[in-house]
Nanobody, 126 residues
Framework: QVQLVESGGGLVEPGGSLRLSCAAS????????MGWFRQAPGKEREFVAA????????YYADSVKGRFTISRDNAKNTVYLQMNSLKPEDTAVYYC???????????????????WGQGTQVTVSS
C-alpha cells in the first residue's frame, strides 16, 4: 500500500504563494497518476489538479487554472502543488491522492483514486 503525506500548508495573505508537497512511501509512485483535491469548511471535497504518471499531462480546475501548477519528481517519489496569487476562497484542507492506471490520462474524479493523504490546511487571510 502507498502512504501519502502532505506538507507545506499554512497561513498566507491574499496574493501570496505556497508550495504543497506530497511525499509517497512504501511503494514507488512513478506509475501512479496523482491528484490534488481540497475541501473547504461546509463544502464537498473538489478536484484541484492532476498529473499523469509520466508528468506529460496535467489538468486543473477552472478556479485555479493559471495560478496553480502541479508537478512531480519521480526520483524523489514526491508530487508538488505550487499555488500562486492565492485568494481567500482557496482556504481549504488540501489532499493528495493517487492511483495506478493503464491509461495515460489522469482522472479528475475522486472515486478513481485509491490512495489518499491525511490533508494539510491552507488558510488565505489578511
Amino acid at each position: 500500500q502507498v502512504q501519502l503525506v502532505e506538507s507545506g500548508g499554512g497561513l498566507v495573505e491574499p496574493g501570496g504563494s505556497l508550495r504543497l508537497s506530497c511525499a509517497a512511501s512504501r511503494r514507488r509512485v512513478s506509475s501512479y497518476h496523482m491528484g490534488w483535491f481540497r475541501q473547504a469548511p461546509g463544502k464537498e471535497r473538489e478536484f484541484v489538479a492532476a498529473i499523469s504518471w509520466s508528468g506529460g499531462s496535467t489538468y486543473y480546475a477552472d478556479s485555479v487554472k493559471g495560478r496553480f501548477t502541479i508537478s512531480r519528481d519521480n526520483a524523489k517519489n514526491t508530487v508538488y502543488l505550487q499555488m500562486n496569487s492565492l485568494k481567500p476562497e482557496d482556504t481549504a484542507v488540501y489532499y493528495c491522492a493517487g492511483y495506478v492506471s493503464p491509461y495515460g490520462v489522469p482522472s479528475t474524479s475522486q472515486p478513481a483514486y485509491d490512495y489518499w493523504g491525511q490533508g494539510t490546511q491552507v488558510t488565505v487571510s489578511s
